[in-house]
């Protein structure tokens, strides 16, 4: 309110991880600051590793503010070289960007963004910061995807669309529900280290191919058994064939 677009991030904050930048009548609220400190904290914790560095974060009021001073337009937020751009103080999902990106590696956006979303919603009651696995208005990842299917939005498979130029293709309101909630099921049914040893195989623009090999080699299973073990889980109907 009242920031103009070109308004530079003339304001600093340190928070206990982050190193906020924001405009002149913009502010980080000392309670957005905790959230994202402990955010930080569970996600680093919740990916086994010993992430430590502090994380610029550049917040921007509005899609118009972040498009003047980055070139790129967004409603929310992504993230660049380790670091956060967003149009709001809170986002725990591109915290688990950044920090699985330097520990885990860097897959294809299903995966990416699939893991991303697993830590994408934040509830806060008394004191206490609770991050839960969300792609779309903070609702619970298996919801939102069996709504989906329920809609008819997506009549393809998992298989078609495990590459980033596949899953860029599709409306994110689709995809990150679906990737979500299949890192969900990798996550719950093979484990972390099994999820890491597939991060560790992948790149973000491997072929197709690649990416099924990775798979069964990680999870010991082929991609058509993964799936329809995700689907049959959740009551979703089996993929065309
Ligand atoms: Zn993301």
């Not at 963004?113 to 208005?137: C, D, H, K, Y």
């Amino acid at each position: 309110m009242g920031v103009p677009d070109d308004a530079p991030l003339v304001r600093s904050l340190a928070g206990e991880h982050f190193d906020y930048r924001f405009a002149a009548g913009d502010t980080i609220l000392p309670l957005e600051a905790r959230i994202n400190d402990r955010a930080y904290e569970i996600i680093r914790d919740a990916l086994a590793t010993d992430f430590s560095r502090r994380i610029a974060f550049d917040k921007f009021v509005d899609a118009d503010h972040i498009q003047r001073l980055t070139g790129r337009r967004t409603g929310g937020g992504f993230v660049v070289g380790g670091k956060i751009f967003l149009t709001r103080a809170l986002d725990p999902h591109e915290i688990a960007h950044v920090i699985a990106i330097e520990e885990l590696g860097r897959p294809s956006d299903f995966f990416d963004e699939g893991l991303a979303v697993n830590f994408g919603g934040v509830r806060v009651t008394a004191n206490q910061v609770e991050i839960f696995p969300s792609a779309l208005r903070n609702f619970e990842i298996d919801a939102e995807v069996r709504s989906v299917f329920a809609g008819g939005r997506f009549p393809g498979s998992v298989r078609e669309i495990l590459t980033s130029r596949a899953f860029q293709a599709l409306s994110f309101e689709v995809s990150y529900p679906v990737a979500g909630s299949f890192v969900k099921f990798l996550l719950h049914t093979r484990g972390l280290p099994a999820l890491r040893t597939f991060f560790a195989s992948s790149a973000q623009f491997d072929a197709s191919a690649d990416i099924e090999a990775d798979l069964l080699g990680a999870f010991g299973a082929p991609i058509q058994s993964l799936e329809s073990e995700w689907r049959s889980s959740l009551g979703l109907p089996e993929a065309a064939p």
